[in-house]
């Protein structure tokens, strides 16, 4: 249940399953829409596109505010410590829109998601389609009966890992570390670059797939 102070413009929240973020518009309505948000938990993908930057190897979150750089850590129990430079344990967050509150009360900045570039779901794993039709049952002439065919679903050009941590090109397989060596392009206040961890592909190759995981970055 989410309490109404803890209700700011710009904050993230489910509503019915699906993700919101608050405007001015809501507010008049919010006792009526207040039972319909819970807290969304957070990860990795979700601090990127409040502008957080990662560190791959210990998967530390961080972003910085005029020279104060501001760390989320991974914990036990579905924590996130924030920390800052000599101070190793500020307190515990569970829900992003904690992290957009406490960015607000240091710093006196919103925390925006920035809205779809497309209408695209590229993050979606596609399911089987199916398609029916009315044909006659020659074993008993008077019935008809439904033939079904199922299509199984073309394979995405590339999926990203739900850890933000590598990209994975289908077909012609190859996998890159998603660093910021190397960059292809800024997004979110960080630099987004590819490095080949396997299989065969070329700085062409590194170059589509960058551009890629730069529309599916702005759509989800």
Known sequence: MIELEEIALGGLFYRNGKVMQIRGEHFAAMP?????????????????????????????????????????????????????????????????????????????????????????????????????????DHAVSHYKKYEVTITPPADQPYYFTWDCRLLFRTGRYAVWRVDEKNPLFQLGGRAWGLTLIFGAAGEDDRIQAGKWLKDYLQEK
């Open 32 to 136: 009526q829409l207040l039972p319909e948000l819970s807290p969304i938990p957070i990860d990795p993908q979700r601090l990127w596109k409040l502008g957080f930057s990662r560190y791959v190897n210990t998967g530390v979150s961080y972003k910085d505010w005029q020279g104060v750089r501001v760390y989320l850590k991974p914990a036990t129990l579905h924590r996130w410590l924030v920390q800052f430079e000599g101070v190793p344990k500020a307190g515990f967050l569970h829900h992003i829109h904690q992290v957009q509150r406490l960015w607000f009360d240091l710093f006196q900045e919103h925390l925006y998601q920035p809205p779809k570039a497309g209408t695209g779901k590229r993050h979606v794993v596609p399911g089987d389609t199916y398609d029916r039709k009315l044909v006659k």
